[in-house]
């Protein structure tokens, strides 16, 4: 369920908190984060009152909005707000003006040629871009908290990582769950971009393991051989390396590793 598509406040969070005896675990927490009694938050929904602007952004946090979803939602409440026409109409004009802002940008979504050099960089400036893409195929993934949680950052980072996906066309939500989207993102063996690639997920590696796992894998060593033999090597990590992505392109999405291959020369 996407905040864009409504043009009050009070129904968008009934969606995402619930309706009353459903939910209200999140109500409550909801309640805990502004801070205020549950009674009023009940009230709220009910059209009684309004949350106030700076509610507004604890709400805003509690509920992991990116940047533009947080000023959309300030918005929603400062028109519900506002006592004369006027100022509501002003408040009505600047939130269609975000509407139509987002439209533009999911119209040219159509090719893989929408993504920019720039947006290209932006998706390989950190591995966490990879990694949300590639959980968001797995089911038990496909949800705000579950990403953020997988991948050890805030809800609002997440959500403005995944908002940028969506809009390249990497990513889409449908039904309240993220998907993976049908633009795709690749880099050419030649791309200024490929050491960035390797460097994120070397770093990522490093940084697992601290949470190292008694599954994981890995291994590390300096080696004097022969060149032949070194040659032999390489071949045979080729060769595995085509059979596993042949393995991989072919099986069902339910957990996710990161593979790394590392032969090279150890002087110039």
Known sequence: MRIWEFTSYRPYLSERLGGDGARTGLRTKLAAAIPVHTTFVSQVLKGRT??????????????????????????????????????????????????????????????????????????????????????????????????????????????????????????????????????????????????KHHTNWRFHTIANLQFLDRDDLHYSGCLSLSVDDAFKIKESILANLKQNVDLISKSKEETAYVMNFDFYKLFA
Not at 106 to 122: F, G, H, M, Q, V
Not at 134 to 163: G, H, N, Y
Request: hydrophobic share 40%.
């Open 50 to 195: 309004d949350f106030s602007l700076e509610q507004a952004e604890s709400i805003n946090e509690f509920l992991g909005h990116s940047e533009d979803e947080g000023e959309f939602f300030n918005l929603l409440i400062s028109k519900d707000r506002a006592g004369h026409p006027k100022l509501k109409k002003r408040f009505e004009k600047k939130l269609q003006l975000m509407r139509d802002e987002r439209l533009n940008i999911k119209n040219r979504l159509n090719s893989p040629d929408s993504i920019t050099p720039k947006d290209r960089e932006k998706f390989y400036s950190s591995a966490l871009y990879g990694a949300i893409h590639v959980l968001s195929a797995i089911p038990q993934f496909q949800t705000l908290e579950a990403l953020a949680e997988a991948v050890r950052i805030s809800k609002s980072r997440a959500r403005a990582m995944i908002d940028f996906m969506i809009r390249l066309g990497v990513l889409r939500e449908e039904g309240g769950k993220i998907k993976s989207g049908s633009n795709h993102v690749h880099l050419a063996n030649d791309s200024e971009l490929i050491l």
